[in-house]
């Protein structure tokens, strides 16, 4: 089992930077692929960034890819999201989650992911 608190989120302008933290607890972080997902306003939540347990390898929605980096440190129980030249389509409640399948390594689908943190809101201003 393993429970995920995110934090960082903020007010920022556009072409401002913002790092989110997703805390977890669970002796099994460590050996479990990680997702950042968002949710804006009326639309569907949405796949942004996974990185594998190792930390070695991971991929990026097209719309952040080059803005946004995941990294994670297992030794702290902590991913993060380094977050640079924000825009304001970037507006959204922030999710982190867990892989439910090492074999799905590679999704981007919401259902493939589980044990959600609450989310933390990002707001970007124009």
């Known amino acids: 089992q393993v429970q995920l608190v995110e934090s960082g989120g903020g007010l920022v302008q556009a072409g401002g930077s913002l790092r989110l933290s997703c805390a977890a607890s669970?002796?099994?972080?460590?050996?479990?692929?990680m997702g950042w997902f968002r949710q804006a306003p009326g639309k569907e939540r949405e796949f942004v960034a996974a990185?594998?347990?190792?930390?070695?390898?991971?991929y990026y929605a097209y719309s952040v890819k080059g803005r946004f980096t995941i990294s994670r440190d297992n030794a702290k129980n902590t991913m993060y999201l380094q977050m640079n030249t924000l825009k304001p389509a970037d507006t959204a409640v922030y999710y982190c989650a867990a892989l439910k399948r090492a074999s799905s390594w590679g999704t981007t689908e919401t259902y493939e992911f589980g044990y959600w943190g609450q989310g933390t809101q990002v707001t970007v201003s124009s």
């Open positions: 990185i594998h347990w190792r930390g070695s390898s991971t």
């Open positions: 669970g002796r099994t972080f460590g050996s479990i692929a």
